[in-house]
Every structure is written in structure tokens, then in C-alpha cells.
């Protein structure tokens, strides 16, 4: 029989719950991209019907280590938020305003599709 998560969380040592949090916050602060499609409720089906494209569009973009900023921010725009590009410093975090036309974008155009 399932229990209720507030039941288990009760129980849990303050230790354990911190440890619990401060996992949390981490992966809520950091997420590959198909991660964060998957937080969103989007299947590779629904995001390349979005963005229209192939499945295996989507599958290959997920995979990269390297794209295009607009197609990055076409993904999340895709996903419903809005994509920020900041650099992060030791005493400080800048937010880069070379890519603010990006935030401007309506409409999500679609990318290309892919070849074969």
C-alpha cells in the first residue's frame, strides 16, 4: 500500500531532510535537457509536434553538447519559458544582453528539419 509522502517525510531525520533539500534545490537549479523536458510533462513526441520537427530531431538535439543559441532558446520557448544567458563570476553573476532579442520572440518558428 502506497503512503502519503508527508507521513514519510515526518519521520525523516532533520539530517535527512536537509540532505533531501539541499538535493532538491541542486537538481532544480541544474538540468540536462531532456531532464528538463521530462520536469516539463513533455514527451520527444509532443515538443518535435511543437517545434515541427521529427522525434529523432528532438532525440539528437537532447544529445548535443554544443547548438545554437536560437535553437536552444526555440527549445525552451517550445517548453513554455523563457531562456537567460548569464555569466557567473566568483564575486558576481552578469546577465549577457547581446542575446536579449531572443527573449522578444513570440512565436516559436520552427527549426529545420532534419535530413533522411
Not at 41 to 53: F, M
Not at 59 to 80: C, F, P, Q
Request: with cysteine; proline share 3%.
Amino acid at each position: 500500500m502506497a503512503k502519503n509522502f508527508n507521513t514519510l517525510r515526518d519521520k525523516m531525520s532533520p539530517e535527512s531532510l536537509a540532505r533531501a533539500r539541499a538535493k532538491a534545490a541542486k537538481y532544480t537549479e541544474e538540468m540536462a535537457l531532456d531532464e528538463l523536458r521530462a520536469a516539463r510533462d513533455l514527451t520527444q513526441e509532443t515538443l518535435a509536434e511543437l517545434l515541427n520537427v521529427k522525434q529523432s530531431a528532438i532525440s539528437k538535439m537532447e544529445r548535443r553538447t554544443d547548438m545554437y543559441v536560437t535553437t536552444l532558446n526555440k527549445i525552451v520557448k517550445a517548453m513554455g519559458g523563457d531562456l537567460c544567458i548569464e555569466a557567473v563570476f566568483p564575486d558576481g553573476r552578469v546577465k549577457i544582453s547581446q542575446f536579449g532579442k531572443l527573449r522578444k520572440i513570440q512565436k516559436v518558428r520552427p527549426l529545420r528539419k532534419a535530413a533522411g
